[in-house]
């Protein structure tokens, strides 16, 4: 008997392989008919996901539904120019040939997503599998209960289930969904089911797509201007309730205003969350009881110098400051994923690099200085998915930047057209004339260095001559054609010299280096 996910995953290939993804009309329209989804269900969306994570009804349509709204009226426009065949530069050799990339779908993605966003990171990949032209089966996380519902209950009624089926499930499920065979698997969540994710797709040498987490850091210059900053990283802390992939973790800053950055971020604290943030309904909860006991643990061998307070059973953790947190401490162990912010001085730039550059590398680098020097050096100097300069998140809604992670942050990005390229095979075409068949006599055995010189020539030069410069090549490599088609048979070495002589000429007028 085949099990539910073998049938999503069999149906899937099947509605996949009559073709019917591939042609650009249906792709726009399957995005139009998310978009309206979006619009239209934005009611049961926001209610899910009150009840999952207790986000407002705003903060929704901020967080997850307006950038998915973005991505569509992107796709929509670009489409044509990111399916249309890319011209590619040519070298000496091929100048008269056409030669082009072409993307073409990859087949049946398989996309898993994570809880914390849990509209943003599985919808924002289906986009891209879509526009691509392919078929996908999401897998929506099982941790938040009621956003999987509505996700596996109305979305059929507005895009082809059959190429773009919900499967819902928790472990077991979506392991079984791995042990099929995909074209593409796309995983949002934690490094450690991310390498799971890796094993099961090599058994099928599926290529993978890990968007993962991780301590992003966020250095603050002693010359920033501390009140603007702090306002900014409290948003980018506190934002659901610490629970965003690219949270800034973990302040450095000099210890000289260690101070001044604590009595900011309890102002923006209060001026983003009232003095009681319990009853803020734009404050939020932790997911679970599991996530809330291990954020807690962070806190033990730390000072708190803001916030601390908790409750268990409403999951509620106050925004909360750790100052003079030491490296081995608990909270720096693992990224922290809750409303924690330790902050751990260091003596300038230098050392903050050199901190930086000790961890894994992060999927956000945070850096707030005045100084275009100080911006530049920690860029240089560190690697990152992603970096932001006196700013936190707002990256991550730019379309036109790869989001994704390096090393223990992930692999693979997507947003914008580079989802469109990330879900598509960039397929390299070349296609030839049966005509001009001298001039590949420098290729075909019997091989000699004379042939080697000319084979050289034609394949190491990259014509950038403009038109006319293209033209009169065009000219020499018909009058080589011709000369070798008139003579071939005679003495090569008159052959050789004969066309290299006139070679040489045109290459003189044109300033091209023989
Ligand atoms: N880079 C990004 O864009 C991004 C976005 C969101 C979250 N994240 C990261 O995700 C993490 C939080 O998500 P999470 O992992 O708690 O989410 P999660 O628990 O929802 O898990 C993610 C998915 O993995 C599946 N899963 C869980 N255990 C599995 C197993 N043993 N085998 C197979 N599948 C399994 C779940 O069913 C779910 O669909 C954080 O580290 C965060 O930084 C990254
Ligand atoms: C509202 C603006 C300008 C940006 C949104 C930033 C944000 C919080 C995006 C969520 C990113 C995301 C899906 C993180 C995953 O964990």
Redesign the pocket.
């Known amino acids: 008997r085949m099990s539910r996910e073998q049938k999503a995953v069999e149906c899937a290939r099947k509605a996949f392989l009559t073709g019917r993804s591939k042609p650009l009309e249906h792709r726009i329209r399957q995005l139009k008919n998310l978009q309206r989804f979006l619009l239209e269900r934005e009611k049961e969306i926001a209610e899910a996901i009150k009840k999952d994570l207790n986000k407002s009804e705003a903060g929704t349509q901020?967080?997850?539904t307006?950038?998915l709204e973005g991505e569509i009226v992107l796709a929509v426009k670009k489409l044509a120019e990111w399916v249309a065949p890319r011209p590619v530069e040519k070298n000496l050799l091929t100048i008269s040939d056409t030669v082009y990339i072409q993307p073409e779908p990859l087949g049946v993605v398989l996309i898993i997503g994570?809880w914390?966003?849990p509209w943003?990171?599985t919808i924002q990949p289906l986009i891209g599998a879509i526009a691509a032209g392919n078929a996908a089966v999401v897998k929506p996380s099982e941790v938040c209960v009621h956003t999987a519902k509505v996700m596996e209950d109305l979305l059929p009624a507005y895009i082809d289930k059959e190429l773009y089926p919900v499967v819902t499930g928790g472990v077991s499920e979506t392991q079984e969904l791995l042990r099929q065979r995909f074209d593409h698997v796309f995983y949002t969540g934690n490094s450690m089911v991310g390498k799971l994710v890796m094993e099961a797709a090599a058994k099928h040498l599926t290529p993978i797509t890990l968007e993962l987490?991780g301590k992003s850091p966020c250095y603050i210059d002693k010359n920033c201007d501390i009140p603007i900053a702090c306002r900014r990283v409290t948003w980018g802390k506190y934002?659901?309730c610490g629970?965003?992939?690219?949270a800034p973790d973990y302040i450095l800053c000099e210890p000289s205003i260690q101070d001044r950055v604590l009595e900011e971020i309890k102002k923006s604290i209060k001026a983003f969350y009232t003095e009681d943030p319990k009853t803020c309904p734009d404050y939020g909860r932790i997911i679970n009881q599991r996530h809330f006991k291990r954020i807690m643990a962070m806190t033990e061998d730390s000072t708190i110098a803001i916030g601390g307070d908790s409750d268990e059973s409403t999951c509620y953790i106050a925004p909360t400051v750790l100052k003079d947190v030491q490296v081995n401490s608990k909270v720096m162990q693992e990224e922290i994923f809750g409303p924690l912010l330790p902050i751990l001085t260091v003596s300038g730039v230098d050392e903050a690099i050199n901190f930086i550059n000790k961890g894994e590398k992060p999927l956000a680098l945070y850096i707030f200085s005045p100084d275009d020097k100080v911006i530049k050096k920690v860029i240089a100097e560190t690697s990152s998915g992603g970096v932001l300069a006196n700013d936190c998140?707002?990256h991550?809604?730019v379309s036109a930047l790869p989001f994704g992670g390096v090393g223990n942050s992930g692999m693979g990005s997507y947003h914008g057209k580079f989802s469109f390229d990330n879900l598509s095979h960039l397929r390299g075409c070349l296609i030839k004339q049966l005509k001009m068949e001298g001039v590949n006599d420098m290729r075909y055995p019997p091989h000699t260095a004379k042939k080697l010189f000319w084979a050289r020539f034609f394949i190491l030069k990259n014509p950038d001559l403009g038109w006319l410069g293209r033209m009169t090549l065009l000219a020499i490599i018909a009058v080589v054609a011709a000369v070798v088609l008139q003579v071939r048979g005679k003495e090569e070495t008159f052959l050789i010299s004969t066309v290299r002589k006139r070679l040489q000429w045109r290459c003189i007028l044109f300033e091209v280096e023989l």
């Open positions: 901020l967080y997850e307006l950038g994570a914390n966003y943003a990171v987490g934002s659901n629970q965003t992939c690219i998140l707002v991550y809604s």
